[in-house]
């Protein structure tokens, strides 16, 4: 079974572009979420779609936005980048709002903003 | 609002040897997980062991196991006889069980090495 797929692994923009991610989840699973990763703020909780409804939202501004699919695939958008947005961003997915608790991570997109 | 607290940002043991890493957090909740998740070098994030707090029982994977004290909110993940490979941040997460609400907050990770 294959696991999270994020695309791309790698990218470089410059301040005030906008970046699109994408992350297809494990086969069946139909709740994403986003996280963003960096050596200051640490791990934390970007937005979970589930059914192509947003469920769930961190503390993030209205330029990081996000969407889900028919067949569970999830973009998130960053719009005018700035240097904080520099990180990496984790997507992972489980099978829905029941709850078990597990979530599988896939392996980033690093975001390099110059 | 609920925090993860790691207070060892780096350690490091022999092969073969136990180490335990620890994990503090604070909630109000009375029902909830706690992780533990590895992210080696190759950035994946991995869970190691899940524990649910209605459960008093330690939750254990092979040489993975941890010891939850609720009342203390203390989650610590023992590694025995440990292995090259378990070279790798090791990050304390928590999620609330409450529907809509099932966010991972994390600590801020110890970086593990494991001495040849």
């Known amino acids: 079974k294959a696991g999270v797929t994020q695309t791309p692994r790698y990218l470089i923009k410059t301040r005030g572009q906008q970046v699109t991610l994408s992350c297809s989840p494990i086969?069946?699973?139909?709740?994403v979420s986003w996280y963003q990763q960096t050596p200051g703020q640490g791990l934390q909780f970007l937005f979970e779609?589930?059914?192509?409804?947003?469920?769930n939202k961190g503390n993030f501004p209205g330029r990081f936005s996000g969407r889900q699919f028919s067949n569970s695939r999830s973009e998130m958008n960053v719009s005018t980048l700035e240097l904080g947005d520099s990180a990496l961003y984790l997507c992972?997915?489980?099978?829905?709002?029941?709850?078990?608790?597990?979530?599988?991570f896939g392996e980033g997109s690093r975001l390099t903003v110059l | 609002a609920q925090t993860v607290t790691q207070s060892q940002p780096e350690m490091s043991v022999q092969e073969a040897e136990t180490v335990t890493l620890s994990c503090t957090y604070d909630?109000?909740?009375?029902?909830?997980?706690l992780f533990w998740y590895k992210q080696p070098p190759s950035r994946q994030m991995i869970l190691v062991i899940r524990?649910?707090?209605?459960?008093?029982q330690n939750a254990t994977e092979n040489r993975f196991s941890v010891n939850f004290q609720k009342a203390a909110k203390s989650f610590s993940l023992k590694i025995s006889d440990s292995q090259l490979g378990d070279t790798a941040m090791y990050f304390c997460?928590?999620?609330?069980?409450?529907?809509?609400?099932?966010?991972?907050?994390f600590g801020t990770g110890t970086r593990l090495t494991i001495i040849p």
């Open positions: 992972a997915s489980r099978t829905g709002p029941a709850n078990t608790g597990e979530l599988f």
């Open positions: 086969s069946g699973h139909r709740s």
């Open positions: 779609y589930f059914s192509e409804t947003q469920r």
């Open positions: 909630t109000s909740e009375s029902n909830y997980y």
């Open positions: 524990q649910e707090a209605y459960k008093q």
């Open positions: 997460a928590f999620m609330s069980s409450n529907f809509g609400n099932e966010k991972l907050t």
